[in-house]
């Protein structure tokens, strides 16, 4: 079996800095990508970053451009929020996908960011 673990999710004022981290455990054969979800409440989850192994392209939501930053070490993942604004409240998801012939998203449990304004 495969677990995601997230950290660093917390309360902070509006213009600060947060910084998420992921590490995967158990039976990880191949990571084809990795990345953070975000579900804000009312609302569906939304993709905010993610890094696709295989030539390292990354993506981002147009909300988060030039603010977040994704990397990865191995099997860990982080992302590293700058400039935030009270709408990126949201519980944070890092997302895994892993596999050979059979590929499936792992999803950690999700950390709570507050931005306050």
């Known amino acids: 079996q495969v677990q995601l673990v997230e950290s660093g999710g917390g309360l902070v004022q509006a213009g600060g800095s947060l910084r998420l981290s992921c590490a995967a455990s158990?039976?990880?054969?191949?990571?084809?990508?990795m990345g953070w979800y975000r579900q804000a409440p009312g609302k569906t989850r939304e993709l905010v970053a993610n890094?696709?192994?295989?030539?390292?392209r990354t993506n981002y939501a147009d909300s988060v451009k030039g603010r977040f930053t994704i990397s990865r070490d191995n099997a860990e993942v982080y992302l590293q929020m700058n400039s935030l604004k009270p709408e990126d409240t949201a519980v944070y998801y890092c997302?895994?996908?892993?596999?050979?012939?059979?590929?499936?998203?792992?999803w950690g449990q999700g950390t709570q960011v507050t931005v306050s304004s």
């Open positions: 997302n895994m996908n892993l596999g050979v012939a059979i590929k499936r998203d792992y």
């Open positions: 158990g039976n990880i054969v191949k990571i084809n990508a």
């Open positions: 890094i696709i192994t295989n030539g390292g």
